[in-house]
């Protein structure tokens, strides 16, 4: 007998795109008898499968900027591959993310998907080879639901992931379900009614638990439940149609083929119970869809027209009143916030929880959304009554915040929606929603939470201002620093250590002096059981130091002057004991040619503190960005506990900052 011809083995991808889309439509039962064609859900990196417990043996060079590509419903990582190019990998590559793909079975329950999603995402960016800085997702079809499956289970585990999440793409997805699959679910019971063509409605009804979800795009397990969509996410749609021209044929039957325009952009359907919509941007060829609670200023992508690029807001574009609903009438950022009231001056005993109008931001300024704000001494002494806000600023306390950008001014330029920003503001730090102009923000530096981010804006330009512009310090000069221990302190060290000085500090017990030499202090003073003047002449031999860094005030002020060394400057940043100098010797000023300077953060205008920014953004922020200095945190407050963050500030026990977390 003559031997057969041996089958030509079908190639990897062709196996691979039989199997998915296998699973799409037999999925759940593959599993269920444990088949070995059900796919296992898995994260590829380029053609390789990475461990999520060992994403490093996989990813190399990874950034710190994470985009996972989700595929749809009978399909694979394969299918984002058009003409030898991976679309959303140059993509990647263009914003610098490192790309990681989603290879799941599509025919299991979207809700069972997500919840495993959202569990492996846990344990991938929790030991990703550097730290994550922010994720995007970009879901295709089945995929979009999914990713909002996951973003539902992430967060109600509390997963650190959901943090990270900035952006959300939806390309053609079925928010409101496919009227495709709608009707041929109804078809197959009309046919099971006629005795003739029964027989051939077993095949039509095998679907899968993950096509029956398309029916009206369910994320969870019941099927006409509404999940909104994420508030902190941004969260965008896009979609294509087969039809030549726009119109209700095209946008709410023809879509795709399987999506309508409708349902993929969220535009308006009659079930009332989901009332969500997607807001448009027209651009000309494109149209741009953002869903972030319809909170955000539109955007534009006409490139071609008027140079906008995605992250700039569009000067065309009006920008909504933030009180004022959108043409859809939905609420766009809440009518009110919470916010740390001072009942009267006083002890910390008066600062209670209180609600307030979320405020508008004026042409020049942003509105963030609080994650974090740092608790300082200058809150204490509004608090007091001794440290009243400016004219024009807000009443409320607090000078540093971080969080997100969710609405902008006219004029505010910089910064997009969205953006991690810290800020130095010029009040309502303490509250939910604080507004700051954008001039005096500055982006997380790489791997920073809010936490972190907050503790920098207040310390750091008021370092700055006063160390390096009025102090002047110099490469090889030399600092004695007050209150070395503090928030002030801690970066008045690390930053003169930056820049090559060498610095000296001050501390008020043994475990401080050491926390300020692990700084980098070149020695620190117990100033409870040492003369700081007679040791510095000691540390110095008895030439003094270049700068002195005092939050102390009066009772310092002639030991100040000792500590100086010819030319030697004294910056007053504080006067925590007292502002009256009893006697002055100005001969011995006018021998030694010293300077006696000074400053205050707060009553400086807008233009002063944006050029303190842009200074710290370009010499400051590589540091930080690299690991060389950074804020040391204390301890952290729920916005409850503020009053017992005041406590611990006035009994001077803390090293390094006190925070008050917004997140919780």
């Known amino acids: 007998m003559a031997a057969l011809p041996a089958r030509r083995r079908e190639s990897t991808t062709s196996r691979n795109a039989w199997v998915s889309a296998i699973n799409g439509v037999y999925g759940d039962h593959l599993e269920r008898t444990?088949?070995?064609?059900?796919?296992?859900?898995?994260?590829?990196?380029?053609?390789?499968?990475?461990?999520?417990?060992?994403?490093?043996?996989?990813?190399?060079?990874?950034?710190?900027?994470?985009?996972?590509?989700?595929?749809?419903?009978?399909?694979?990582?394969?299918?984002?591959?058009?003409?030898?190019?991976?679309?959303?990998?140059?993509?990647?590559?263009?914003?610098?993310?490192?790309?990681?793909?989603?290879?799941?079975?599509?025919?299991?329950?979207?809700?069972?998907?997500?919840?495993?999603?959202?569990?492996?995402?846990?344990?991938?960016?929790?030991?990703?080879?550097?730290?994550?800085?922010?994720?995007?997702?970009?879901?295709?079809?089945?995929?979009?639901?999914?990713?909002?499956?996951?973003?539902?289970?992430?967060?109600?585990?509390?997963?650190?992931?959901?943090?990270?999440?900035?952006?959300?793409?939806?390309?053609?997805?079925?928010?409101?379900?496919?009227?495709?699959?709608?009707?041929?679910?109804?078809?197959?019971?009309?046919?099971?009614?006629?005795?003739?063509?029964?027989?051939?409605?077993?095949?039509?009804?095998?679907?899968?638990?993950?096509?029956?979800?398309?029916?009206?795009?369910?994320?969870?397990?019941?099927?006409?439940?509404?999940?909104?969509?994420?508030?902190?996410?941004?969260?965008?749609?896009?979609?294509?149609?087969?039809?030549?021209?726009?119109?209700?044929?095209?946008?709410?039957?023809?879509?795709?083929?399987?999506?309508?325009?409708?349902?993929?952009?969220?535009?308006?359907?009659?079930?009332?119970?989901?009332?969500?919509?997607?807001?448009?941007?027209?651009?000309?060829?494109?149209?741009?869809?953002?869903?972030?609670?319809?909170?955000?200023?539109?955007?534009c992508t006409h490139n071609s027209k008027t140079g906008c690029v995605d992250d700039t807001p569009c000067p065309e574009l009006p920008r909504p009143d933030l009180r004022t609903p959108d043409p859809d009438g939905l609420p766009m950022i809440p009518e009110t916030m919470r916010y740390v009231a001072a009942t009267a001056a006083g002890g910390p005993e008066v600062l209670t929880i209180g609600s307030t109008v979320v405020p508008q931001p004026r042409p020049d300024e942003v509105l963030i959304r609080v994650q974090a704000a740092g608790v300082n001494r200058p809150d204490v002494a509004q608090r007091k009554g001794l440290y009243p806000a400016p004219p024009g600023a807000s009443p409320i306390i607090g000078l540093e915040v971080a969080g997100e950008v969710v609405a902008l001014g006219g004029e505010a330029q910089g910064f997009a929606i969205g953006d991690r920003v810290c800020a130095l503001a010029n009040g309502g730090g303490y509250a939910e929603y604080c507004a700051a102009p954008a001039t005096q923000c500055l982006p997380w530096p790489m791997g920073y939470d809010a936490i972190r981010a907050a503790a920098l804006p207040e310390t750091y330009f008021t370092v700055w201002a006063n160390l390096f512009i009025h102090g002047r310090l110099a490469r090889d000069e030399t600092v004695l620093v007050h209150g070395g221990s503090s928030g002030i302190g801690v970066t008045a060290i690390q930053l003169a250590r930056e820049f090559g000085a060498r610095a000296y500090a001050t501390a008020g017990n043994d475990e401080k002096c050491a926390a300020c030499v692990r700084l980098g202090a070149d020695a620190a003073i117990n100033y409870r059981t040492a003369d700081f003047a007679e040791r510095i002449a000691e540390l110095t031999g008895g030439r003094?130091?270049?700068?002195?860094?005092?939050?102390?005030?009066?009772?310092?002020?002639?030991?100040?002057?000792?500590?100086?060394?010819?030319?030697?400057?004294?910056?007053?940043?504080?006067?925590?004991?007292?502002?009256?100098?009893?006697?002055?010797?100005?001969?011995?000023?006018?021998?030694?040619?010293?300077?006696?300077?000074?400053?205050?953060?707060?009553?400086?205008?807008?233009?002063?503190?944006?050029?303190?920014?842009?200074?710290?953004?370009?010499?400051?922020?590589?540091?930080?960005?690299?690991?060389?200095?950074?804020?040391?945190?204390?301890?952290?407050?729920?916005?409850?506990?503020?009053?017992?963050?005041?406590?611990?500030?006035?009994?001077?026990?803390?090293?390094?900052?006190?925070?008050?977390?917004?997140?919780?």
């Open 34 to 299: 444990a088949n070995p064609l059900a796919i296992e859900m898995s994260f590829l990196h380029g053609s390789d499968f990475v461990d999520p417990e060992r994403p490093g043996d996989v990813v190399q060079d990874a950034s710190d900027k994470v985009l996972l590509a989700i595929h749809g419903l009978c399909l694979n990582e394969q299918h984002w591959v058009r003409d030898g190019h991976h679309r959303i990998a140059n993509v990647a590559e263009t914003t610098g993310h490192t790309m990681v793909q989603l290879r799941y079975n599509s025919g299991r329950s979207i809700d069972t998907n997500g919840r495993s999603l959202a569990v492996m995402l846990e344990a991938l960016l929790g030991r990703w080879p550097v730290p994550v800085t922010q994720l995007v997702i970009v879901g295709h079809s089945m995929g979009g639901l999914v990713a909002r499956s996951a973003i539902q289970h992430g967060t109600a585990a509390g997963h650190s992931w959901r943090g990270l999440l900035r952006k959300l793409f939806s390309l053609g997805t079925p928010h409101h379900g496919a009227p495709l699959e709608r009707g041929g679910n109804r078809l197959d019971y009309v046919m099971e009614l006629s005795p003739y063509v029964a027989p051939f409605t077993s095949l039509g009804k095998a679907r899968s638990a993950g096509i029956t979800n398309l029916r009206y795009g369910s994320i969870t397990d019941i099927e006409h439940e509404f999940v909104p969509l994420p508030a902190d996410v941004e969260c965008y749609a896009l979609a294509a149609t087969l039809g030549k021209r726009r119109g209700l044929l095209a946008e709410r039957l023809v879509g795709d083929g399987l999506v309508p325009l409708d349902s993929a952009l969220g535009g308006k359907q009659s079930d009332s119970a989901r009332p969500w919509r997607f807001r448009r941007s027209d651009s000309g060829s494109a149209t741009r869809w953002d869903t972030s609670n319809c909170s955000v200023a539109p955007r």
């Open 544 to 664: 003094g130091v270049d700068v002195v860094i005092d939050i102390v005030g009066a009772p310092y002020f002639e030991r100040n002057l000792k500590c100086l060394a010819m030319d030697g400057r004294l910056v007053e940043v504080a006067t925590q004991a007292g502002t009256r100098v009893e006697s002055l010797d100005l001969f011995d000023i006018m021998r030694r040619r010293l300077t006696i300077t000074g400053s205050t953060m707060r009553p400086r205008t807008t233009a002063q503190k944006a050029a303190i920014a842009r200074d710290l953004r370009e010499r400051v922020w590589p540091a930080l960005d690299a690991g060389r200095a950074g804020p040391v945190i204390h301890q952290v407050f729920p916005l409850e506990q503020a009053a017992e963050a005041h406590r611990v500030m006035e009994s001077s026990v803390h090293i390094g900052k006190l925070m008050l977390d917004l997140s919780r």
